[in-house]
């Protein structure tokens, strides 16, 4: 049972292939080349090395945001297409959960942070692959308040918001943990088994139906609701 | 899988689209989503809205044009999909979801130049286009004399060194108070006046150069308008708009006869929204038949965005030889001619 796993919502992202929750491969870069060039390239040469053909995948997974817009819309677009192509279920993770999952075995909160710029993130907090809030996007400041009610356990952050502000948020929460830079980002791997876990439990969409999560209105969108 | 049919898919500004086209000419299905009203009340496009449509509207859209076609994707032989030029968020959903179909499936992909496309629209509808030939493409955006040696390939004979002829027609609308686009008021007014009033430059007239410049012309055309109201003198708007239209159209008639002349054609296709003006296209016709050539213009229907004709100019690229590959990208300001 192949399970394929793609994330294009930062600026790193790459593709995984697992068999039976065994990785077979993965390719990650963190690269100025844009999703649109180098991740149909990434998915050919990891099922090449594979030696598997894309008949053969059973599930794709796709994380469909929080994160870049337009990096979300080149992976999802290319989830659909696939699934679309060979008939196959596609399965539409949100970064954050796949960060929940890939960090489940720490002890205390794991709070994936999605930069979303200007001290801005997108942010859940999770307990052993559980959600203990909804997804939300907000200020670094509503972060900080939410785990001065967790004073007394470990919080991990993770992701590109936890690397990009690590010094104001180590100032603000004592109790903070941060894993290696290299480790904290989210991994395709984890995107295919979270994919393999719902795929197994039924939790299944297609190319119609699976679409980015984007989590924040457009610009545009919030100007006229002021006006109005 | 040699069944001639093609799968064009367009997503370069606010109309997601997706058509089958069997062997570049005849049109099986032609879907075509706008956003028009979406976006209306912005004033105009607001491209991550338009991105975010497209990308709930794509595989409905192309499931939509494969069925009415009644054919599956396996019966696809080539994908063709615009990749510029136009809104960069919009265009790349369309070659994304191009590329994963054809990566899919293994089906070869083309990706079409949509300016390119607008051409291939008088390949539709059962016009029987025979290269070699020259077309002129003049829009908003556009004024671009190209030479088509045969089917799938292009060579850009002339281009405007300064505004495009759509342009120059927007911005004298704009001083005369005009709403957008200028082209369709300023041919209404000219009607009834006399274009042969006020005499106009025309650029880079020297025989042989393909090249066009409005720019004098545009300069030339507000600062009459300028030194009549400094004046205080009227201006007899219906003689202004036929001179100032005239201007435009005496050369790039001009250079589209010189061009087919020497290049030994035998047809004319004029395409882009100024090809809709009916004065213009009048006199090219006028202009053709005396020379005992043929002039093609695209279908009305097809004039507008569309995917038919993104499926007709990759079909004929494609059976020229060209292929892009998996490293395909969208290209904001894609010109005529480049890679
Ligand atoms: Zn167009």
Redesign the interface.
């Known amino acids: 049972m192949y399970a394929l796993g793609i994330d294009t919502s930062t600026l790193t992202g790459g593709v995984a292939l697992l068999k039976n929750r065994q990785l077979i491969g993965e390719s990650v870069l963190n690269i100025r080349t844009t999703h649109s060039e180098r991740l149909l390239p990434s998915l050919e040469q990891l099922l090449l090395d594979a030696n598997v053909d894309s008949k053969e995948l059973d599930v794709v997974a796709v994380v469909t945001g929080p994160g870049s817009f337009t990096g979300i819309r080149i992976g999802v677009a290319t989830g659909k297409g696939m699934c679309y192509a060979l008939g196959k279920p596609l399965v539409g993770l949100t970064s954050l959960e796949v960060f929940g999952w890939q960090f489940k075995y720490f002890s205390g909160l794991v709070i994936p942070l999605v930069d979303a710029r200007r001290k801005n993130v997108y942010w859940q907090a999770f307990r052993q692959g559980q959600s203990v809030n909804l997804p939300t996007h907000g200020s670094l400041g509503d972060v900080i308040a939410f785990c001065n009610t967790y004073a007394d356990e470990q919080i991990l952050f993770v992701g590109d918001g936890a690397i990009n502000y690590s010094d104001h948020l180590r100032e603000e929460v004592v109790n903070s943990v941060f894993p290696p830079v290299a480790l904290s980002l989210l991994k395709p791997g984890a995107v295919a088994d979270l994919g393999h876990i719902r795929f197994s439990q039924g939790l299944t969409g297609d190319a119609f139906n699976i679409n980015p999560t984007y989590m924040r209105k457009t610009e545009a969108e919030l100007k006229w609701q002021e006006r109005t | 899988m040699k069944s001639g049919l093609t799968l064009g898919i367009e997503t370069s500004c606010d109309e997601t689209a997706a058509a089958i086209v069997k062997d570049g000419t005849e049109v099986i299905s032609n879907v075509v989503l706008s956003q028009i009203d979406i976006h209306q ?2 004033g105009g496009v ?1 491209p ?2 338009a ?2 449509h ?3 509207a ?3 859209v ?2 939509e044009a494969l069925d009415k076609a009644n054919v599956s ?1 396996e019966d696809i032989e080539v994908i063709a999909v615009a990749y510029g030029p136009g809104l ?2 919009s265009l ?2 369309g ?7 054809a ?3 293994q089906k070869p992909i083309v990706g079409v130049n949509h300016i390119e496309g607008h051409i291939y629209a008088n390949f539709l509808d059962g016009q029987s286009v025979t290269p070699p030939l020259v077309c002129l493409t003049v829009s908003g955006g556009h004024t671009d004399l190209l030479l088509i040696p045969r089917l799938g390939e292009y060579e850009i004979i002339g281009r405007t060194r300064d505004d495009a002829a759509g342009e120059a027609f927007d911005k004298v609308a704009r001083v005369l108070g005009l709403p957008y686009p200028g082209g369709p008021q300023i041919e209404k007014l000219a009607l009834e006046g006399n274009k042969g009033a006020i005499h106009f430059p025309r650029g880079l007239q020297e025989h042989g150069n393909f090249d066009f410049s409005f720019s004098g012309l545009k300069t030339a055309a507000l600062n009459y308008l300028n030194q009549a109201k400094q004046k205080d003198e009227m201006v007899d708007l219906p003689d202004f708009a036929a001179s100032f239209q005239w201007a435009i159209i005496d050369i790039l008639t001009e250079k589209l006869m010189a061009a087919a002349e020497k290049y030994g054609v035998n047809q004319v296709v004029l395409s882009g929204g100024v090809a809709a003006n009916s004065t213009f296209r009048n006199y090219v016709q006028k202009c053709v038949d005396e020379r005992g050539l043929e002039l093609l213009y695209p279908p009305v229907h097809f004039c507008t965005d569309n995917a038919a004709m993104i499926a007709s100019a990759g079909y004929f690229r494609y059976n020229a030889g060209y292929r892009s ?6 290209v904001a300001n894609l010109r005529l001619g480049d890679k």
């Open positions: 009340k912005y607001v991550e809205i991105s975010r497209h990308i709930e794509i595989f409905p192309i499931n994707l960069v968020g790349l959903v070659v994304a979801a191009a590329k994963s179909l990566f899919a499936t590959d998996y490293s395909l990208n969208a």
